[in-house]
């Protein structure tokens, strides 16, 4: 079955990029996935990209995927205080529930 | 639009009392649906999903039990909680084969 590892912290100053990596095993995955939890609050998604892409844009967020390495990233540019918390990388086996990883704690510093 | 609801949103138990915690989708028809459990503010651990009425699999062997007695009502449920149930308790839909998948606010349980 799929895993899916992250490093488990991060930090950053405001205004610079941030960046999330998240490697899988599964490389079956037809899309992969990037989750943000705030304190006290559920997940909410963020952004997916499918399988045969490379890249993928949505303002602050860059998505880049590496299926020959099975690596994931999330690039966040121009980091806010606002961006701090818990993002969690997932991949999908099918109709399968979704395989997360333990997620990245990003830090904001001012 | 779908919307996805939690109740209770916080919850104090004593060991051995029983649990209740409701999940309910609205804006949809037959949704998978999940629930996880979150120690610590960590990771995730699946508990349990359902992809039809009245079917359950469990991911994990515990005193913990789900049901799902209407489509879009998912239940997890112990007859007797122990100190090792504390945690964030989450619940999430997915609509078959969307490859998107939504969680709701949470739970949070404290078992004392």
């Known amino acids: 079955g799929e895993d899916v590892e992250q490093s488990l912290f991060l930090s950053v100053r405001e205004g610079d990029s941030s960046v999330i990596n998240c490697t899988y095993t599964?490389?079956?995955?037809?899309?992969l996935y990037w989750y943000k939890q705030e304190p006290g609050a559920g997940l909410q998604l963020l952004t997916y990209?499918?399988?045969?892409?490379d890249m993928k844009q949505d303002q602050r967020l860059t998505v880049l995927l590496n299926k020959k390495d099975k690596h994931l990233s999330l690039r966040i540019a121009d980091t806010q205080t606002g961006d701090s918390a818990i993002y969690f990388c997932?991949?999908?086996?099918?109709?399968?529930?979704?395989?997360f990883g333990k997620g990245t704690r990003l830090s904001v510093i001012a | 639009s779908q919307t996805i609801h939690q109740w209770p949103a916080t919850l104090v138990q004593p060991v051995g009392s029983p649990l209740s915690l409701e999940c309910t989708v609205e804006?949809?028809?037959?949704?998978?649906l999940y629930w996880y459990r979150q120690a610590a503010g960590r990771g995730l651990q699946l508990l349990f999903y359902?992809?039809?009425?009245?079917?359950i699999s469990s991911e994990v062997p515990q005193n913990l039990s789900a049901s799902r007695p209407q489509d879009r009502q998912f239940i997890l449920s112990s007859k007797k909680l122990l100190l090792s149930d504390s945690g964030f308790y989450l619940c999430?839909?997915?609509?078959?084969?969307?490859?998107?998948?939504?969680f709701g606010p949470g739970t949070r349980l404290t078992v004392t």
């Open positions: 999430a839909w997915m609509v078959p084969y969307s490859y998107e998948q939504y």
């Open positions: 599964d490389s079956s995955s037809t899309y």
């Open positions: 990209i499918f399988s045969n892409m």
């Open positions: 997932a991949g999908d086996s099918g109709n399968t529930p979704l395989v």
């Open positions: 804006g949809t028809s037959n949704p998978n």
């Open positions: 359902s992809v039809g009425i009245g079917q």
